[in-house]
C-alpha cells in the first residue's frame, strides 16, 4: 500500500497501520466504529487491550502520514471511532468510478471511442489486485466489490473495443484475462469473437471446447446461453459475427417480481416521498429499513419499490430472506441462486459456489438498471454478498435488527404510527363504524399501540364481526392480559410476530427480554433490568443495547430504556410470574428510594426499616441534587413497583416502599400517589400482620391528610393509630403521633389541646427519646407558641431544637429550625435578624430539598422585605412562594402565601387583587377548618371585628399578627 503526494511517495509496511489505513480509506471518510477496527485487526479474537492498542496505531499511523507531509489530523478521532478527511480526488478508487460513470455516459451517447479513452483511463489507474498486503478477513471482504467493479469495466471496455473493430490489439490482452479468469464467460466470449474476426475460428472453437470442459470439471455446469450461441455462430461461420458491430443482445424479459402494494397503505407520507426521492436519484442509495415487528416494513418498502419502479425498466426483484421466519434463514448462496433466476439466469449457469455466484450477480447487474427488494434480512452478513457491484443497481433492505455494517446505506428506523395515522389505518380498514365513534377508534389504536400490524388486526377484527362496535372491541383490549389474544385473525397474530424475533435471540437475551416483562409500564434504567435478571448492571446494559438493535426494546434517551406495551404484554406471558426476579426488582427500588431520600429525612430511614446490606445494583447518591433528579424521573416506577409488591402479596414490601418514598412525595406535593400507597400499605400491614407497620403507614396517611387540608380525617387516624400504638406497646409512635397531633390541633387553632398533646408526647416513657422525636416535640411545641403569639417560649423551644437539630446532623433538621427562628424574630420586629435568618433558612431548604419548607420560608422572607419597605422585592418572593405552594399541594400552606401577598399588594396600592387573594384564602381555610389563616383573610377582607373575635377564641395573644 503506498501513499503519494506531489513530493513524495511512501510505502506503508507495518502491517496493521496498513489493515487501517485501508479499512478507514475503503469507508471514504465515513466514521469506521472501533468494534470495526479491532475485528480487522484481529479478526474474532481480539486481546483484552484492544481498544489500547487500536488507539496506538491511530497514533503511529499518523506518524507515516506526517513523514508523507500530510496533516496528522486527517485521521480524526470521534467518539465512536475514527475516519480519514479525503475527497473523491484523494483516492484512486473514486477517480476509477468517476471515469467509469463518464465512459457509460459517452457510449449510450454513441461516442464508443470516447467511452474506450476514458475506460482505458481508468484502467489504467489500477496496479494490480487491490489491497493483497493487506492481511485482514474483513478489508479483503469490504475491498471485494473493487475486483468486481474492474471486471466489469474491463469487460465494457472490451465490448467497445470490439465494435470498433480493435479485435487483433486486444487479442493478447482477453487471451491473458481468460487464464486469469478462466469462469469468467464475458471475456472467453471475447476472446473467441477476437480470434474469429482475425480469422482463426478454429482456435475460437478451441477457446469455447476448454472453457466447457473446465466448467464441468470445476463447478459441474455448462456455459451459459449466450456463450453456447456464439460459439454455435461461430461454427456456422455466421458473417455478421466478422463485421465490426455492437453484439446484439438476447433479448431479455424484465423481472416483475414485487408483491401487492396494499390500497389501504396510511400514514408515512413524507418518509415514502424521501425514499423514492433516493431511489430515483442518479446514484441510487441503499436503503435500509428497520423496526420491531408489525411496524410495517415489507408493507412501506413495498409501496416505496412501486412508486420508483419506473426509474428501473430491466426489472424489479423480490426475495424474503426469511431472518425472522417460522423457516431457517435463507443462505447468502442460496438467495443469490434465487435472485439469478429471478433475472433469467439459466440454473446451469448458476455456480455452486457463494463467491462465483456473487460475482455473476454482480457481473449480471452491471449493464442493467434494476430494482432490488430484500425483505426480512437476518442481519448484515447475509445481505453484504447481493449489494451490486454498480451504483445503478436500486436497493432497499427490511430487517427487524439495525444493520449497521452497511457501509454508505441510508438507515430508516421504523417507529409505530403517530395517532392520527393509526386512526386513519383502521378507518380504511373498518370503514363507517370506525367514523361513527371517533373517541373509541382512538381508543383502539392506542390499545394497540399504534403498531401497524396490531391495528390491521384490530380492524379485520372488526370486519369479521359485524354486530361489534368500536367500543365493543376496545372494552375486550383494555384488559392487558387478553390483548395479545385478541389480535388475532386467521391464524395471523401479533403474539407469532414477536415470538419471530424472540426465538432468534441468544438464551442471555431471552432471559432478559422476558424479565422485562415483569417491570411495570414506563422507561427504566440499565439497574433495573439488572436486578430483574439478577445480572451486574455493565452486563444488563450491554443486553439491553442488543435487544434495542433487534427492536424489541426501545432507548427513548441515553441510559434509558422501554418496552412498547404490546412487547411487555407479550414479555410478561413468557416470563411466568417469577418471583424471585420480582423481589430482587422491589429490593433494588426500596435501598435506592431509601438512598435517596437520606437527605430528607429526620432519622435514619435504613435503621427504621430494619435494611440490610444493600443490593449489588442499588444507587447510591452524592448530592441532594442527584437524590432529586433521581427520584423525579424515577417516582412512576417507583408508585408502580409499590403497586405491584400490594398485588403480588408481598406486603413487607408493600408498607416499606411506601414508607420509603413519603419524605419525597410531602416535600413535592405528590398528594395525588399518596392516599392509593398509604392505603395498600396499611391493608398489607393488616394482612401480615404487624401493628408496628400499621401504626406507621396510618401516621403517615394523617400526614397526608393534614397536607390535602382534611383535617377531621387526620384527627381520626391520628387517635387510631395512638391507639394501636399504646395497646401493642410502641412508645416511640405513641410519641410520634402525639406530636403530630399537636401540630394537627394547632392547624385548627386549638392552642390549648395542642400545647397538652406536646407535653404528653414529652412524657411518653422511652427507654431512650430518639433525636428524630426530640427534634419533632421541640419544633412543634415552638411553632405552636408561635401561633399563640408566646414569641419568648417559641424563641426557647426553637433553641432548644437547633441545638437537637445540629447534634442529628442533618441538613433539613437545622434548616428548619433556623427557618422558625427567624420567624419567630419577624413576629418581634427584630427585621434585620428575621431577614438574615430567613434567607439562610431558604437556601438550606432548597439545598435538602424541602420543597414546602422553602415555599413557606420564601412567604416570611417576602414579609420581611415588606416590613422594611422593599415592596417589590417582597412581591417577587411571595409570587414565587404562591407558586409553590399550588405545586407541592398544601392547602393550609395555599392560605398563608395567600393571605402574605395580598398584605404585600394591599400595601403597594393594588386593593383589588389583593382582596381576591384575602377571598381565595378565606374559602380555602373555612373548608379545612384553618381558623388561624381564616381569621388573616378576614382582616384582610376589612372585616376586622369577625377577624378579632376568631382570633382572640383561638388564644392567640398577639393581635397584630393578623395583618403582618
Same mark, same amino acid.
Request: charged share 25%.
Given at each position: 500500500?503506498?501513499?503519494?503526494?506531489?513530493?513524495?511517495?511512501?510505502?506503508?509496511?507495518?502491517?496493521?497501520?496498513?489493515?487501517?489505513?485501508?479499512?478507514?480509506?475503503?469507508?471514504?471518510?465515513?466514521?469506521?466504529?472501533?468494534?470495526?477496527?479491532?475485528?480487522?485487526?484481529?479478526?474474532?479474537?481480539?486481546?483484552p487491550t484492544a481498544r489500547a492498542q487500536v488507539h496506538s496505531c491511530?497514533?503511529?499511523?499518523?506518524?507515516?502520514?506526517?513523514?508523507?507531509?500530510?496533516?496528522?489530523?486527517?485521521?480524526?478521532?470521534?467518539?465512536?471511532?475514527?475516519?480519514?478527511?479525503?475527497?473523491?480526488?484523494?483516492?484512486?478508487?473514486?477517480?476509477?468510478?468517476?471515469?467509469?460513470?463518464?465512459?457509460?455516459?459517452?457510449?449510450?451517447?454513441?461516442?464508443?471511442?470516447?467511452?474506450?479513452?476514458?475506460?482505458?483511463?481508468?484502467?489504467?489507474?489500477?496496479?494490480?489486485?487491490?489491497?493483497?498486503?493487506?492481511?485482514?478477513?474483513?478489508?479483503?471482504?469490504?475491498?471485494?466489490?473493487?475486483?468486481?467493479?474492474?471486471?466489469?469495466?474491463?469487460?465494457?471496455?472490451?465490448?467497445?473495443?470490439?465494435?470498433?473493430?480493435?479485435?487483433?490489439?486486444?487479442?493478447?490482452?482477453?487471451?491473458?484475462?481468460?487464464?486469469?479468469?478462466?469462469?469468467?464467460?464475458?471475456?472467453? +466470449?471475447?476472446?473467441?469473437?477476437?480470434?474469429?474476426?482475425?480469422?482463426?475460428?478454429?482456435?475460437?472453437?478451441?477457446?469455447?471446447?476448454?472453457?466447457?470442459?473446465?466448467?464441468?470439471?470445476?463447478?459441474?455446469?455448462?456455459?451459459?446461453?449466450?456463450?453456447?450461441?456464439l460459439h454455435r455462430r461461430i461454427l456456422n461461420g455466421d458473417a455478421?459475427?466478422?463485421?465490426?458491430?455492437?453484439?446484439?443482445?438476447?433479448?431479455? =424479459?424484465?423481472?416483475? %417480481?414485487?408483491?401487492?402494494?396494499?390500497?389501504?397503505?396510511?400514514?408515512?407520507?413524507?418518509?415514502?416521498?424521501?425514499?423514492?426521492?433516493?431511489?430515483?436519484?442518479?446514484?441510487?442509495?441503499?436503503?435500509?429499513?428497520?423496526?420491531?415487528?408489525?411496524?410495517?416494513?415489507?408493507?412501506?418498502?413495498?409501496?416505496?419499490?412501486?412508486?420508483?419502479?419506473?426509474?428501473?425498466?430491466?426489472?424489479?426483484?423480490?426475495?424474503?430472506?426469511?431472518?425472522?421466519?417460522?423457516?431457517?434463514?435463507?443462505?447468502?448462496?442460496?438467495?443469490?441462486?434465487?435472485?439469478?433466476?429471478?433475472?433469467?439466469?439459466?440454473?446451469?449457469?448458476?455456480?455452486?459456489?457463494?463467491?462465483?455466484? *456473487? #460475482?455473476?450477480?454482480?457481473?449480471?447487474?452491471?449493464?442493467?438498471?434494476?430494482?432490488?427488494?430484500?425483505?426480512?434480512?437476518?442481519?448484515? /452478513?447475509?445481505?453484504?454478498?447481493?449489494?451490486?457491484?454498480?451504483?445503478?443497481?436500486?436497493?432497499?433492505?427490511? $430487517?427487524?435488527?439495525?444493520?449497521?455494517?452497511?457501509?454508505g446505506a441510508q438507515t430508516v428506523s421504523l417507529d409505530v404510527l403517530?395517532?392520527?395515522?393509526?386512526?386513519?389505518?383502521?378507518?380504511?380498514?373498518?370503514?363507517?363504524?370506525?367514523?361513527?365513534?371517533?373517541?373509541?377508534?382512538?381508543?383502539?389504536?392506542?390499545?394497540?399501540?399504534?403498531?401497524?400490524?396490531? #391495528?390491521?388486526?384490530?380492524?379485520?377484527?372488526?370486519?369479521?364481526?359485524?354486530?361489534?362496535?368500536?367500543?365493543?372491541?376496545?372494552?375486550?383490549?383494555?384488559?392487558?392480559?387478553?390483548?395479545?389474544?385478541?389480535?388475532?385473525?386467521?391464524?395471523?397474530?401479533? +403474539?407469532?410476530?414477536?415470538?419471530?424475533?424472540?426465538?432468534?435471540?441468544?438464551?442471555?437475551?431471552?432471559?432478559?427480554?422476558?424479565?422485562?416483562?415483569?417491570?411495570?409500564?414506563?422507561?427504566?434504567?440499565?439497574?433495573?433490568?439488572?436486578?430483574?435478571?439478577?445480572?451486574?448492571?455493565?452486563?444488563?446494559?450491554?443486553?439491553?443495547?442488543?435487544? #434495542?438493535?433487534?427492536?424489541?426494546?426501545?432507548?427513548?434517551?441515553?441510559?434509558?430504556?422501554?418496552?412498547?406495551?404490546?412487547?411487555?404484554?407479550?414479555?410478561?406471558?413468557?416470563?411466568?410470574?417469577?418471583?424471585?426476579?420480582?423481589?430482587?426488582?422491589?429490593?433494588?427500588?426500596?435501598? *435506592?428510594?431509601?438512598?435517596?431520600?437520606?437527605?430528607?429525612?429526620?432519622?435514619?430511614?435504613?435503621?427504621?426499616?430494619?435494611?440490610?446490606?444493600?443490593?449489588?445494583?442499588?444507587?447510591?447518591?452524592?448530592?441532594?441534587?442527584?437524590?432529586?433528579?433521581?427520584?423525579?424521573?424515577?417516582?412512576?416506577?417507583?408508585?408502580?413497583?409499590?403497586?405491584?409488591?400490594?398485588?403480588?402479596?408481598?406486603?413487607?414490601?408493600? %408498607?416499606?416502599?411506601?414508607?420509603?418514598?413519603?419524605?419525597? @412525595?410531602?416535600?413535592?406535593?405528590?398528594?395525588?400517589?399518596?392516599?392509593?400507597?398509604?392505603?395498600?400499605?396499611?391493608?398489607?400491614?393488616?394482612?401480615?400482620?404487624?401493628?408496628?407497620?400499621?401504626?406507621?403507614?396510618?401516621?403517615?396517611?394523617?400526614?397526608?391528610?393534614?397536607?390535602?387540608?382534611?383535617?377531621?380525617?387526620?384527627?381520626?387516624?391520628?387517635?387510631?393509630?395512638?391507639?394501636? +400504638?399504646?395497646?401493642?406497646?410502641?412508645?416511640?409512635?405513641?410519641?410520634?403521633?402525639?406530636?403530630?397531633?399537636?401540630?394537627?390541633?394547632?392547624?385548627?387553632?386549638?392552642?390549648?389541646?395542642?400545647?397538652?398533646?406536646?407535653?404528653?408526647?414529652?412524657?411518653?416513657?422511652?427507654?431512650?427519646?430518639?433525636?428524630?422525636?426530640?427534634?419533632?416535640?421541640?419544633?412543634?411545641?415552638?411553632?405552636?407558641?408561635?401561633?399563640?403569639?408566646?414569641?419568648?417560649?417559641?424563641?426557647?423551644?426553637?433553641?432548644?431544637?437547633?441545638?437537637?437539630?445540629?447534634?442529628?446532623? $442533618?441538613?433539613?433538621?437545622?434548616?428548619?429550625?433556623?427557618?422558625?427562628?427567624?420567624?419567630?424574630?419577624?413576629?418581634?420586629?427584630?427585621?434585620?435578624? /428575621?431577614?438574615?435568618?430567613? =434567607?439562610?433558612?431558604?437556601?438550606?431548604?432548597?439545598?435538602?430539598?424541602?420543597?414546602?419548607?422553602?415555599?413557606?420560608?420564601? $412567604?416570611?422572607?417576602?414579609?420581611?422585605?415588606?416590613?422594611?419597605?422593599?415592596?417589590?422585592? /417582597?412581591?417577587?418572593?411571595?409570587?414565587?412562594?404562591?407558586?409553590?405552594?399550588?405545586?407541592?399541594?398544601?392547602?393550609?400552606?395555599? %392560605?398563608?402565601?395567600?393571605?402574605?401577598?395580598?398584605?404585600?399588594?394591599?400595601?403597594?396600592?393594588?386593593?383589588?387583587?389583593?382582596?381576591?387573594?384575602?377571598?381565595?384564602?378565606?374559602?380555602?381555610? $373555612?373548608?379545612?377548618?384553618?381558623?388561624?389563616?381564616?381569621?388573616?383573610? @378576614?382582616?384582610?377582607?376589612?372585616?376586622?371585628?369577625?377577624?378579632?373575635?376568631?382570633?382572640?377564641?383561638?388564644?392567640?395573644?398577639?393581635?397584630?399578627?393578623?395583618?403582618?
Open positions: 500500500m503506498q501513499i503519494r503526494t506531489p513530493v513524495t511517495e511512501i510505502t506503508v509496511a507495518a502491517p496493521r497501520e496498513r489493515i487501517l489505513l485501508a479499512l478507514l480509506l475503503l469507508r471514504e471518510g465515513q466514521l469506521v466504529p472501533v468494534q470495526q477496527v479491532i475485528m480487522a485487526l484481529w479478526d474474532t479474537n481480539p486481546p491511530v497514533s503511529r499511523l499518523r506518524q507515516v502520514l506526517r513523514r508523507a507531509g500530510l496533516p496528522e489530523d486527517l485521521v480524526v478521532t470521534e467518539p465512536a471511532g475514527y475516519r480519514i478527511k479525503v475527497g473523491p480526488e484523494d483516492l484512486d478508487a473514486a477517480l476509477f468510478a468517476t471515469r467509469v460513470e463518464r465512459a457509460r455516459a459517452a457510449a449510450t451517447d454513441g461516442d464508443l471511442a470516447g467511452g474506450r479513452d476514458e475506460l482505458r483511463a481508468a484502467l489504467a489507474l489500477w496496479r494490480g489486485r487491490p489491497l493483497t498486503d493487506v492481511d485482514s478477513d474483513v478489508v479483503r471482504a469490504a475491498a471485494a466489490h473493487l475486483e468486481e467493479q474492474w471486471t466489469a469495466a474491463m469487460a465494457l471496455c472490451l465490448d467497445l473495443e470490439l465494435q470498433l473493430d480493435l479485435g487483433e490489439e486486444v487479442l493478447a490482452e482477453v487471451a491473458d484475462l481468460v487464464e486469469r479468469y478462466p469462469h469468467h464467460e464475458q471475456f472467453r +466470449a471475447h476472446l473467441m469473437t477476437a480470434l474469429a474476426r482475425t480469422g482463426r475460428r478454429a482456435d475460437a472453437l478451441a477457446v469455447f471446447r476448454r472453457g466447457r470442459a473446465l466448467l464441468a470439471e470445476e463447478l459441474g455446469i455448462e456455459p451459459g446461453a449466450e456463450l453456447v450461441e455478421d459475427l466478422l463485421l465490426p458491430q455492437a453484439p446484439r443482445p438476447l433479448g431479455r =424479459r424484465a423481472a416483475r %417480481c414485487l408483491p401487492r402494494d396494499v390500497a389501504d397503505f396510511s400514514g408515512r407520507a413524507e418518509l415514502v416521498r424521501r425514499l423514492v426521492g433516493a431511489l430515483r436519484a442518479e446514484r441510487p442509495e441503499v436503503i435500509a429499513i428497520d423496526g420491531m415487528a408489525g411496524t410495517g416494513k415489507t408493507t412501506l418498502a413495498v409501496r416505496v419499490a412501486h412508486a420508483a419502479a419506473e426509474r428501473y425498466p430491466d426489472g424489479q426483484l423480490y426475495l424474503d430472506l426469511r431472518g425472522h421466519s417460522d423457516r431457517a434463514p435463507l443462505d447468502p448462496g442460496e438467495a443469490l441462486g434465487a435472485l439469478l433466476r429471478q433475472l433469467g439466469v439459466p440454473a446451469e449457469r448458476v455456480p455452486p459456489g457463494l463467491d462465483d455466484r *456473487s #460475482v455473476l450477480w454482480r457481473t449480471e447487474l452491471a449493464d442493467r438498471q434494476v430494482l432490488v427488494l430484500l425483505d426480512n434480512a437476518l442481519d448484515t /452478513a447475509q445481505v453484504l454478498p447481493m449489494l451490486p457491484g454498480t451504483a445503478h443497481t436500486g436497493v432497499v433492505i427490511t $430487517s427487524r435488527r439495525r444493520l449497521g455494517g452497511l457501509d403517530p395517532l392520527d395515522d393509526a386512526v386513519e389505518l383502521l378507518r380504511r380498514t373498518v370503514g363507517e363504524r370506525a367514523y361513527a365513534d371517533p373517541a373509541c377508534t382512538a381508543e383502539v389504536a392506542e390499545l394497540c399501540g399504534r403498531l401497524p400490524l396490531a #391495528v390491521r388486526l384490530a380492524g379485520a377484527r372488526l370486519q369479521h364481526r359485524p354486530s361489534w362496535t368500536v367500543a365493543d372491541l376496545a372494552a375486550r383490549l383494555r384488559i392487558a392480559n387478553r390483548r395479545l389474544p385478541e389480535l388475532a385473525v386467521d391464524g395471523r397474530t401479533v +403474539a407469532a410476530a414477536f415470538t419471530l424475533s424472540f426465538q432468534h435471540l441468544a438464551v442471555p437475551l431471552q432471559r432478559l427480554f422476558s424479565v422485562l416483562g415483569l417491570h411495570p409500564a414506563g422507561d427504566f434504567e440499565p439497574a433495573a433490568a439488572a436486578a430483574l435478571a439478577g445480572l451486574p448492571v455493565a452486563e444488563a446494559e450491554a443486553l439491553l443495547e442488543d435487544l #434495542v438493535d433487534v427492536h424489541l426494546v426501545e432507548a427513548p434517551a441515553a441510559g434509558r430504556y422501554r418496552l412498547h406495551d404490546l412487547l411487555r404484554d407479550y414479555a410478561a406471558q413468557l416470563s411466568h410470574d417469577d418471583p424471585d426476579a420480582v423481589a430482587r426488582l422491589l429490593d433494588h427500588y426500596l435501598y *435506592s428510594v431509601t438512598a435517596a431520600t437520606r437527605f430528607m429525612e429526620l432519622s435514619d430511614a435504613r435503621s427504621l426499616l430494619r435494611l440490610d446490606s444493600p443490593p449489588a445494583t442499588a444507587l447510591e447518591f452524592d448530592t441532594p441534587v442527584d437524590a432529586r433528579r433521581w427520584l423525579e424521573r424515577e417516582l412512576p416506577n417507583v408508585v408502580s413497583v409499590a403497586r405491584l409488591a400490594a398485588e403480588v402479596g408481598r406486603h413487607r414490601h408493600t %408498607c416499606m416502599l411506601t414508607r420509603a418514598i413519603s419524605p419525597f @412525595l410531602f416535600g413535592f406535593g405528590f398528594g395525588e400517589h399518596q392516599l392509593d400507597l398509604y392505603e395498600r400499605a396499611i391493608a398489607a400491614a393488616v394482612a401480615l400482620p404487624d401493628a408496628e407497620l400499621e401504626a406507621e403507614s396510618r401516621n403517615y396517611l394523617a400526614a397526608v391528610y393534614f397536607r390535602m387540608g382534611r383535617l377531621t380525617d387526620a384527627l381520626a387516624t391520628l387517635q387510631t393509630v395512638i391507639r394501636i +400504638a399504646e395497646r401493642e406497646g410502641l412508645p416511640r409512635l405513641v410519641g410520634t403521633a402525639l406530636t403530630n397531633l399537636a401540630m394537627l390541633h394547632s392547624r385548627l387553632g386549638q392552642y390549648p389541646e395542642a400545647i397538652a398533646s406536646a407535653e404528653a408526647a414529652a412524657q411518653v416513657q422511652l427507654d431512650s427519646v430518639p433525636p428524630s422525636l426530640q427534634f419533632k416535640l421541640e419544633s412543634t411545641i415552638g411553632l405552636v407558641h408561635t401561633q399563640a403569639g408566646n414569641y419568648a417560649q417559641a424563641l426557647a423551644a426553637n433553641r432548644r431544637g437547633l441545638e437537637v437539630a445540629r447534634r442529628i446532623g $442533618s441538613l433539613r433538621t437545622v434548616a428548619i429550625m433556623i427557618g422558625e427562628l427567624g420567624l419567630v424574630h419577624l413576629h418581634m420586629g427584630h427585621l434585620t435578624v /428575621a431577614t438574615a435568618l430567613l =434567607r439562610r433558612a431558604l437556601a438550606l431548604k432548597r439545598d435538602s430539598v424541602n420543597q414546602y419548607g422553602a415555599a413557606e420560608t420564601l $412567604s416570611k422572607l417576602g414579609t420581611a422585605y415588606r416590613l422594611r419597605g422593599r415592596l417589590t422585592d /417582597a412581591i417577587t418572593c411571595q409570587r414565587a412562594a404562591r407558586d409553590q405552594m399550588e405545586r407541592v399541594a398544601d392547602v393550609s400552606g395555599q %392560605c398563608l402565601t395567600a393571605n402574605d401577598l395580598a398584605l404585600t399588594l394591599r400595601a403597594a396600592g393594588r386593593d383589588d387583587e389583593a382582596a381576591w387573594l384575602n377571598k381565595e384564602a378565606y374559602a380555602k381555610a $373555612s373548608r379545612i377548618g384553618d381558623r388561624y389563616e381564616q381569621a388573616r383573610a @378576614l382582616a384582610g377582607l376589612g372585616r376586622m371585628e369577625e377577624a378579632v373575635a376568631l382570633f382572640t377564641s383561638l388564644g392567640a395573644q398577639d393581635l397584630s399578627a393578623l395583618t403582618r
